[in-house]
């Protein structure tokens, strides 16, 4: 089993940024993948970016390409969401899942999920 804790969510003005953290118990976090979703009210949520098991691997939605960068360090049981150029349209709940051997953008792929952390940018 696996539990996952997401931090570092907040109140942003736009152009500002923020970093994202989840933080994984269990010793096999570093044999999952590992990803970054988001969901805005009345919106479905929407796969934001994901990492490979090694870090070697990611993907990203092409929404956030350029601005967001994901990485991972698997000695901390860690995965960040670093978020530059934030935009309004960018507010959300955030929500870290893992529990997948590779590099999906589907959500039912994911076995575990974080409760999730608010992040609101202001014009």
């Known amino acids: 089993q696996v539990q996952l804790v997401e931090s570092g969510g907040g109140l942003v003005q736009a152009g500002g940024s923020l970093r994202l953290s989840c933080t994984a118990s269990?010793?096999?976090?570093?044999?999952?993948?590992m990803a970054w979703f988001r969901q805005a009210p009345g919106k479905e949520r929407e796969f934001v970016a994901a990492?490979?098991?090694?870090?070697?691997?990611?993907d990203y939605a092409d929404s956030v390409k350029g601005r967001f960068t994901i990485s991972r360090d698997n000695a901390k049981n860690t995965v960040y969401l670093q978020m530059n150029s934030l935009k309004p349209e960018d507010t959300a709940v955030y929500y870290c899942a893992g529990g997948t051997t590779s590099v999906v953008i589907k959500a039912t792929r994911y076995y575990y999920w974080g409760q999730g952390t608010q992040v609101t940018v202001s014009s």
């Open positions: 990492i490979s098991w090694s870090g070697s691997s990611t």
């Open positions: 269990g010793r096999t976090f570093s044999s999952y993948a």
